[in-house]
């Protein structure tokens, strides 16, 4: 792993004044802690710290030399910036021995176009982002690089599928973490003139039993003229009075 050269100034005061000041300068304000030492206040170039984060985002290993001290092996420990512009703010760095293991965060790196993706309409799923490992200082990855490229539809790629491309690290997290996978498409059934939600419902069914089933008509309504009920009603009374009248005049 690469190891960069960063100059600092001890740090004066502390609050956000002091900090405020700093930045005005081109400086950020700093701290350093670890092993049996006190915590030390320090300003840092900007410049120098933006440099070193473009080529090693996370946890890069420094050789700290401090005005008027020596210099010191370090790791960037935590990086804070603004939330809306995302300024660096305010750096945490660790002092650390280059023969001792450390525990860091290492960023998932997931590149290629997989085959379910590209043949197959699939989607790529990412899985965890950074994951926990146990290493040397000078053996930190600057990644977890993982190819997608073979992956079908319904495979995964997991922790323990690339822990043997990096021997010199030994992975935290559970061995079965996903680290990308592909997944089915997202399926939408297509507007079907002329029919409705049931209808749709049946198309669907009957296309999961091997073949389109087709599509159900409601049988259609006997269509009257307004008053023809009415019409029918009386009718039926008149009808009726007749009957009887006449049974009437077959008894006289």
Do not use: W
């Not at 996370?58 to 005005?67: C, G, H, M, R």
């Not at 305010?90 to 293991?101: F, S, V």
């Not at 525990?103 to 799923?125: A, C, F, Q, T, Y």
């Not at 290493?135 to 539809?153: G, K, N, R, S, Y």
């Amino acid at each position: 792993m690469e190891r960069f050269q960063l100059q600092s100034e001890p740090r004066e005061g502390a609050g956000k004044g002091v900090a405020r000041q700093l930045r005005m300068k081109g400086r950020l304000p700093a701290v350093l802690y670890g092993r049996a030492d006190k915590p030390v206040g320090l300003s840092l170039s900007e410049v120098e710290m933006k440099g070193i984060l473009r080529k090693h985002p996370e946890s890069a290993i420094v050789d700290l030399s401090i005005a008027g001290g020596t210099t010191i092996n370090a790791i960037v420990r935590d990086v804070q910036r603004h939330p809306a512009s995302g300024k660096l703010v305010h750096i945490d760095l660790q002092r650390i021995r280059l023969d001792e293991k450390l525990r860091v965060e290492i960023h998932v790196h997931v590149s290629g176009n997989p085959v379910g993706v590209k043949e197959h309409g699939g989607i790529l799923e990412h899985g965890t982002r950074v994951v926990n490992v146990l290493c040397l200082p000078t053996e930190i990855p600057a990644a977890i690089e993982v190819d997608a490229t073979p992956l079908l539809i319904h495979h995964s790629i997991k922790i323990k599928d690339i822990a043997a491309s990096y021997p010199q690290v030994e992975f935290l997290d559970d061995e079965d973490t996903m680290l990308a996978g592909v997944i089915p498409p997202n399926v939408e059934l297509a507007a079907v003139p002329g029919v409705g939600a049931e209808g749709a419902t049946s198309l669907v069914a009957g296309g999961r039993g091997g073949g389109p089933a087709a599509p159900t008509t409601a049988e259609p309504e006997l269509i009257r003229k307004p008053g023809a009920e009415a019409e029918g009603e009386e009718g039926a009374k008149g009808a009726a009075g007749g009957k009887d009248d006449k049974k009437k005049e077959d008894k006289k």
